[in-house]
């Protein structure tokens, strides 16, 4: 444990420029390879007092419990303290007060804003509004930065590299903005995407533009079959989310079109690890859970080392300087 002062190490965030956490898309390759090597110094040593004297303020305009959880508890790790809500209902935007208005009341009272908001580009918004720095918690079915940099992190745990991967990503690919993140993230390190969804939930043109554009190879499929996972490196499972359905009839014939079962697994690749940024509904068995491939729980516990990076860096704190201080 460290007693470090912030204030001496670093500038005021104030005279700093915005160093806010919008998109993965922002990050080079070499920021990401940075942001690894720091989630690695913070597993090794989760606690110290980085942020001492600072305060992280948490608004979630939509549910979470790991987002939130795990960037507060990298909050507490690294001695800053939480204020926020998980609840809009209960704040004055269900007065009417906009997001603008509430951002800048929030940074009169914080050093760094997580926010997960319903509305796309919220998070690239607010981080126009303020000088403090804004983290992407998730904005609507665009991307979740933090998210991608503990999937990441996990990816290059178990694989020992980001480089030449197969990496396959099932299920609601239209709205769910982890697989868009990692995907653009991904753009890289070369790796052959599969993307596996029922034709309601394929990934959007828009992304398969962008890979076309980065030279990232794909297939589709339709099928989820134990043939087609067969030279996986990555199965990235996800929920059909029914909250951003407008018709919920189509939910229903969708919600259950993928279940991963522990038999899927026998002809898997040793090297397969199965991700998901959880929470889980209907489309992992609980069999799968006891599958050494299995790694879902560890991701979400490798969120508290990346998110404890990301709250460092936004704030202008060097890997070197954590180096130094952890050691
Ligand atoms: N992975 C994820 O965003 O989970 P929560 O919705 O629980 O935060």
């Known amino acids: 444990m460290c007693n470090f002062t912030l204030s001496k190490r670093t500038k005021n965030v104030n005279e700093m420029e915005n160093r806010s956490l919008v998109t993965i898309a ?84 914080a050093d760094i804003i997580v926010m997960r908001h319903y509305l796309e580009g919220a998070a690239r918004y607010a981080s126009e509004v303020t000088n403090i720095p804004i983290v992407n918690a998730g904005d609507g079915s665009n991307q979740h930065p933090s998210q991608t940099m503990l999937d990441l992190y996990s990816i290059y745990k178990t694989q020992g590299t980001l480089e030449n991967l197969n990496i396959f990503l099932v299920g609601d690919l239209k709205y769910g903005r982890t697989v868009h993140s990692l995907l653009m993230a991904m753009r890289h390190f070369n790796p052959t995407f599969h993307f596996i969804a029922p034709d309601e939930l394929k990934m959007p043109e828009e992304y398969k533009i962008y890979c076309r554009e980065q ?64 929470p889980r509904v209907n489309e992992i ?43």
Do not use: W
């Open 26 to 109: 922002d990050h080079s390759k070499e920021k990401i390879l940075y942001m690894i090597e720091m989630a690695k110094q913070f597993e090794k040593h989760p606690n110290s007092k980085l942020l001492e004297g600072k305060v992280v303020a948490t608004l979630f305009f939509e549910p979470s419990t790991r987002t939130r959880l795990s960037f507060e508890t990298a909050a507490n790790r690294l001695g800053a303290r939480v204020i926020g809500f998980s609840d809009p209902k209960a704040t004055s935007s269900s007065k009417g007060e906009t997001l603008k208005d509430t951002i800048k009341m929030v940074s009169n009272y």
């Open 215 to 278: 030279g990232i190879n794909y297939v589709e499929h339709t099928d989820f079959t134990e043939e087609i996972i067969a030279d996986a490196d990555i199965l990235y499972m996800t929920r059909v989310q029914r909250e951003r359905f407008t018709d919920l009839m189509e939910y229903e014939r969708v919600k259950n079109v993928y279940i991963l079962r522990n038999k899927m697994l026998d002809q898997t690749r040793p090297n397969l690890c199965i991700l998901h940024p959880l």
């Open 285 to 327: 068995a609980y069999d799968v859970d006891e599958n050494p491939k299995a790694y879902y729980f560890q991701q979400a516990q490798n969120g508290v080392y990346a998110r404890e990076a990301i709250l460092c860096d936004v704030l202008g704190i060097t890997l070197d300087q954590v180096k130094e201080i952890l050691s």
